[in-house]
């Protein structure tokens, strides 16, 4: 079994910025991709940035240049720095995990964190 814990959410105004945190907890694992998603009120759960165990990214249009995700391989842990939010930002963000044990693999997901961006 695998967990996945976030941190990092909170409020913040229009400009500012917030770094997210998700760590992968468990044994016998090996974590493949790791992406975020995010989902806003009465909308569908995006995807948003996304980082292969190569260290390969991809990102949705509209954070690109603003958002950066990076993985610490060593601690099975996954960033997303966010930088100049905006109040379309704001969304309850989700941590991703294609997990490989033994020859199976699986997907994982957190609890969510909030983001909240202000005008």
């Known amino acids: 079994q695998v967990q996945l814990v976030e941190s990092g959410g909170g409020l913040v105004q229009a400009g500012g910025s917030l770094r997210l945190s998700c760590v992968a907890s468990?044994?016998?694992?090996?974590?493949?991709?790791m992406d975020w998603y995010r989902q806003a009120p009465g909308k569908q759960r995006e995807l948003v940035a996304i980082?292969?165990?190569?260290?390969?990214?991809k990102y949705e249009d509209s954070v690109k240049g603003r958002f950066t995700i990076s993985r610490d391989n060593a601690k099975n842990t996954v960033y997303l720095q966010m930088n100049r939010l905006k109040p379309e930002d704001t969304a309850v963000y989700y941590c991703?995990?294609?997990?490989?044990?033994?020859?199976?693999?699986?997907?994982?997901w957190g609890q969510g964190t909030q983001v909240t961006v202000s005008s």
């Open positions: 468990g044994s016998g694992f090996s974590i493949n991709a």
């Open positions: 991703h995990a294609e997990v490989s044990i033994g020859r199976l693999t699986y997907s994982y």
């Open positions: 980082i292969s165990s190569g260290g390969s990214t």
